[in-house]
């Protein structure tokens, strides 16, 4: 059996810090909100932490947040 994708696929991109004392640290408050934003759209999966969200400029502990905060 095949499974049944319906919607786009979402890839939120990957909101950082652009200034301040937590400069470059990923911004979870704007990426929880980014992704509500596209879930609430109905899209037929959501990749968080891809190509297009910046996991190769993420420490692998801010890995985890990302995937935690999508979730």
Known sequence: MRPNFDG???FPVTPFVPSGPEEGSVDLDALA???AK???AGPGGVFAACGTGE???MEVN???HVVRTAV
């Open 33 to 35: 909100r980014h992704i």
């Open 8 to 10: 786009v696929l979402f």
């Open 38 to 40: 596209g879930v609430d």
């Open 55 to 57: 996991f190769h400029a």
């Open 62 to 64: 801010e890995f985890g």
